[in-house]
């Protein structure tokens, strides 16, 4: 029985391993142009983000008082224009990009200032274009500068700046052991994702050609004509589904680690990566081993299923597209989501794999929960395996008329 289930095994991993256009799809296209577009990525949004920083905003002012004329002046990121200007110019200059913010003062806005009285606030007006990325971020910048005025003439009112002050407040970080520091919190999140995306994309493909393909092509009819039983027929092709889109997620995941110097930026929550933090105990790589085989195991027999269902190629990716997506919805809610989780969750099947993996690789991992969505992996698993085989042995499901 168990070599029947490894001819099987061997006969669909030889028919992946010697078509060069196979692997070359499968497993090294994935690999480079996910390095590449990561990379790309982290590239552009970074001289992007630079750019922005580094832009000397292009300011225009009415009636802008001295005091705060000094104050835009000493910071050398802003360029002041003093020009009065109707409404229309304005909006059309800052539409075309040829100023990024204009800024209105009262007339006597240093009088009404000096010689306060309740109720007699200046008004200062500002116009930004949200179309332009240099226009708002001259927003922020402008709206920071007049809170810091806004402190100095508070203090001088008051004779003593420690009147607004209040109170004085330190936030500092406990020191963390170094066994439970875990990697960056961005790649933390990212990681669990990105593994559960690359393990179905990388079977779905495979799978739906292996068994909806041969059903279409009519290959199929030829194993079932052998003396093997048909549940070996189909647990072979899902043992050797298994190693293809682990071979195949380990392809991908090899090309996000080398986009990591390009796309930490992205990714990382400080904005950088160290290799060295990928370093994990032995338990915690035990731990995240068996919640990554509990994915595998999950959506390759969900893969095998619906692509037992279907007549043709065409309808399998029809009905393993909503699949694909309540795996990215899992994924996405587990990235976003909160670090501290309903214990409910920890018994959602794929939901609780992903949260085991991001916990682990936080430094949080817990042999409780590895066990849990190893039990909840093999039910879903078995389930799917004896749906599997029920549907081999309709004779209308595997000879689609």
Same mark, same amino acid.
Request: glycine share 8%.
């Given at each position: 029985m168990f070599r029947s289930l490894l001819l099987i095994a061997k006969k669909e991993l030889r028919r992946v391993f010697t078509d060069r256009r196979l692997i070359i799809t499968s497993f090294i296209l994935p690999m480079v142009s996910i390095a590449i577009i990561y990379s790309l990525m982290g590239i552009m949004i970074g001289r992007a983000e630079d750019d922005i920083m580094t832009h000397v905003t292009r300011l225009n002012g009415e009636n802008v008082p001295a005091s705060i004329q000094e104050m835009i002046k000493s910071d050398p990121t802003i360029d002041l224009s003093i020009e009065s200007l109707s409404k !229309?110019?304005?909006?059309?200059?800052?539409?075309?990009?040829?100023?990024?913010?204009?800024?209105?003062?009262?007339?006597?806005?240093? !009088?009404?200032?000096?010689?306060?009285?309740?109720?007699?606030?200046?008004?200062?007006?500002?116009?930004?274009?949200?179309?332009?990325?240099?226009?708002?971020?001259?927003n922020y910048k402008v709206s920071?500068?007049?809170?810091?005025?806004?402190? *100095?003439?508070?203090?001088?009112?008051?004779?003593?700046?420690?009147?607004?002050?209040?109170?004085?407040?330190?936030?500092?970080? *406990?020191?963390?052991?170094?066994?439970?520091?875990? *990697?960056?919190?961005?790649?933390?999140?990212?990681?669990?994702?990105?593994?559960?995306?690359?393990?179905?994309?990388?079977?779905?493909?495979?799978?739906?050609?292996?068994?909806?393909?041969?059903?279409?092509?009519?290959?199929?009819?030829?194993?079932?004509?052998t003396p093997i039983d048909r549940s070996l027929i189909i647990g072979g092709k899902i043992l050797s589904l298994s190693v293809v889109a682990l071979i195949s997620m380990s392809s991908s995941f090899m090309g996000v680690l080398i986009s990591i110097p390009f796309s930490a930026r992205i990714f990382s929550s400080t904005g950088s990566f160290e290799f060295s933090q990928l370093a994990m105990s032995s338990l915690d790589l035990g731990l995240f081993f068996i919640s990554m085989i509990g994915l595998v195991g999950m959506y390759v027999t969900m893969i095998a299923v619906l692509s037992m269902?279907?007549?043709?190629?065409?309808?399998?990716?029809?009905?393993?597209?909503?699949?694909?997506?309540?795996?990215?919805?899992?994924?996405?809610?587990?990235?976003?989501?909160?670090?501290?989780?309903?214990?409910?969750?920890?018994?959602?099947?794929?939901?609780?794999?992903? *949260?085991?993996?991001?916990?682990?690789?936080?430094?949080?991992?817990?042999?409780?929960?590895? =066990?849990?969505?190893?039990?909840?992996?093999?039910?879903?698993?078995?389930?799917?395996? =004896?749906?599997?085989?029920?549907?081999?042995?309709?004779?209308?499901?595997?000879?689609p008329s």
């Open positions: !229309n110019d304005v909006e059309k200059l800052l539409l075309n990009g040829d100023i990024d913010y204009h800024i209105i003062f009262d007339a006597d806005f240093d !009088n009404k200032i000096l010689n306060f009285q309740s109720g007699e606030v200046p008004l200062v007006t500002g116009l930004y274009s949200p179309k332009h990325d240099y226009s708002m971020q001259a920071s500068l007049l809170e810091n005025y806004r402190h *100095i003439t508070l203090a001088n009112r008051l004779g003593d700046e420690s009147y607004i002050q209040v109170y004085n407040m330190e936030s500092n970080e *406990i020191e963390i052991p170094d066994e439970d520091k875990g *990697i960056d919190r961005g790649f933390a999140s990212m990681i669990p994702l990105l593994v559960s995306i690359f393990i179905f994309a990388g079977a779905m493909g495979i799978g739906i050609d292996s068994i909806a393909g041969e059903k279409e092509r009519g290959t199929m009819a030829s194993m079932l004509i269902i279907a007549n043709s190629v065409k309808e399998a990716g029809a009905y393993i597209t909503p699949a694909y997506m309540l795996v990215m919805i899992s994924g996405f809610m587990n990235m976003f989501g909160s670090s501290d989780v309903s214990k409910i969750f920890e018994f959602i099947p794929i939901y609780n794999n992903l *949260i085991s993996m991001n916990k682990i690789l936080s430094g949080d991992g817990s042999v409780t929960l590895a =066990l849990i969505t190893l039990l909840t992996s093999v039910a879903v698993t078995l389930i799917m395996l =004896l749906i599997a085989r029920g549907l081999m042995e309709k004779e209308k499901v595997v000879f």
